[in-house]
């Protein structure tokens, strides 16, 4: 049976001043005193030093919640890959349900992105998952496999193995409307099948797949109960230090 570390992430998302970013991190970074769960936040771009600089010492990892699909250049408005490790950031939400569906960004678009920021040297964090109305027609499985195949297509093993890939329904994010533990499985274990099939049995029992969608601390230790649920991304409950922590402690 492979083991496969817990990973909690904080998605801030367009949250927090300055003074509250800090004091969010500074607190999370406190409560944080053991490395068991691998803990990530991931505040908006502006903050992200002054997060990193209360960081320091802690095991919790910066992420960003976007990154350039370019690695420089006349790119108006983006941020590279080089500059969010510069920043301190290890990781980069890529494909997060909002930026597929509000923002507009494409399958193609996310590949290109997935591979500048590994080729950059940051590990990602892969977001996808069905909408209501897929589900509703029974497609989600679908929907999984031509997210991961297009997400993920070109990658080498070694990039892979800087890969998280988070489940995230549509239908579950910020409407209190959790996933039930066993439909998470479901979903995990078929995007593993997946894995399986696209790279093999290493690649697919090291990776983890986190479940996002309105996760709380009532509902973690179900979700993580199940065999292939690896931990949980996490956005309305990232924004006070003692749910998050409480997530984090319920995942271990
Ligand atoms: C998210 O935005 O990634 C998310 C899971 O949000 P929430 O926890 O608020 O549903």
């Given at each position: 049976m492979p083991t496969r570390k817990k990973f909690v992430a904080g998605?801030?998302?367009?949250?927090?001043?300055l003074a509250e970013a800090k004091a969010l991190g500074a607190a999370v970074a406190k409560g944080?005193?053991?490395?068991?769960v691998t803990v990530a936040v991931f505040p908006p771009y502006p903050w992200l030093t002054a997060v990193g600089e209360v960081l320091k010492g802690s095991p919790v990892a910066l992420g960003a919640q976007d990154v350039s699909?370019?690695?420089?250049?006349?790119?108006?408005g983006e941020v590279s890959p080089a500059m969010l490790l510069e920043t301190g950031c290890k990781y980069a939400l890529i494909g997060h349900s909002e930026r597929r569906h509000i923002i507009g960004e494409s399958e193609t678009f996310i590949n290109h992105k997935v591979h500048t920021a590994l080729e950059e040297g940051l590990s990602v964090v892969l977001c996808m998952g069905e909408t209501l109305a897929e589900r509703e027609r029974g497609l989600q499985e679908r929907v999984f496999q031509r997210q991961v195949y297009a997400a993920c297509a070109g990658l080498t093993d070694e990039q892979f193995g800087r890969i998280v890939i988070a489940y995230e329904p549509v239908w579950a994010i910020g409407t209190g409307k959790v996933a039930t533990p066993e439909q998470a499985q479901e979903a995990h274990a078929f995007v593993r099948s997946k894995l399986r099939l696209l790279y093999g049995d290493k690649i697919a029992d090291s990776t983890p797949i986190v479940y996002g969608g309105s996760v709380t601390p009532d509902n973690t230790v179900g979700l993580m109960?199940?065999?292939?649920?690896?931990g949980a991304l996490v956005?309305?409950?990232?924004?006070k230090a003692d749910s998050f922590l409480a997530i984090v402690k319920a995942a271990g």
């Open positions: 998605n801030w998302k367009m949250n927090t001043t944080v005193t053991d490395d068991r699909s370019e690695k420089k250049g006349a790119f108006t109960s199940q065999p292939d649920v690896d956005g309305g409950a990232s924004l």
